[in-house]
């Protein structure tokens, strides 16, 4: 990175079904455009697979490889195993990131970093997550939230939050070196 400042980092978080994913990647799709470079971190259920059985790198990995690397034309991974250690710390995995203008956070509910809530009507756990938590900066629902403690916004307004994320993390950051100078 050119800059000693930290990339900006913005969450996204909800209990499960309540719409983070499609949230995430509308975000990623509307920052992508405006034409900031986006990385992101998703935190998964305790054992996600990223190749299915039958890959060579699932082979590898089953015949003890501890981290396997995948690389290609357009793409590479690196599958890590932790073979009983802890989940690497949301610091930690920020800190293996390539340069970017803005990183932003699916899941990790708990974490100190500024974050919209997500939430649907029909989601399993109605419980909101804003009052308790300072770092919630903002609620997207698809229904009206009354009395809501932070700015709301449709889950469906993207280009709204967009906005909202830009001025929450964005407006004060610096050219990180991506091409993209910051308003």
Not at 2 to 17: A, D, Q
Not at 66 to 83: C, P, S, Y
Not at 120 to 141: F, Y
Not at 158 to 171: H, K, M, N, Q, T
């Amino acid at each position: 990175m050119s800059s000693s400042r930290p990339t900006p980092v913005f969450g996204i978080c909800g209990w499960k079904k309540s719409g983070k994913t499609t949230l995430t990647t509308r975000l990623i799709a509307e920052l992508t455009r405006r034409g900031y470079r986006v990385a992101s971190v998703k935190h998964a259920h305790h054992d996600f697979q990223v190749d299915n059985a039958e890959t060579d790198s699932a082979r590898h990995r089953r015949s003890g490889a501890h981290e396997v690397a995948v690389v290609g034309g357009k793409r590479w991974a690196i599958i890590h195993e932790l073979d009983g250690s802890e989940e690497p710390s949301l610091d930690e995995t920020l800190s293996r990131l390539s340069p970017a203008d803005i990183v932003l956070v699916e899941g990790y509910k708990r974490a100190a970093i500024p974050k919209i809530e997500a939430r649907r009507k029909e989601q399993p756990d109605p419980r909101p997550l804003a009052p308790g938590d300072p770092m919630v900066k903002a609620i997207a629902a698809d229904h009206e939230i009354e009395g809501a403690p932070v700015p709301a916004f449709s889950l469906d307004d993207i280009p709204a939050i967009a906005d909202f994320i830009e001025r929450e993390v964005l407006s004060n950051a610096v050219d990180t070196g991506s091409g993209h100078s910051c308003p």
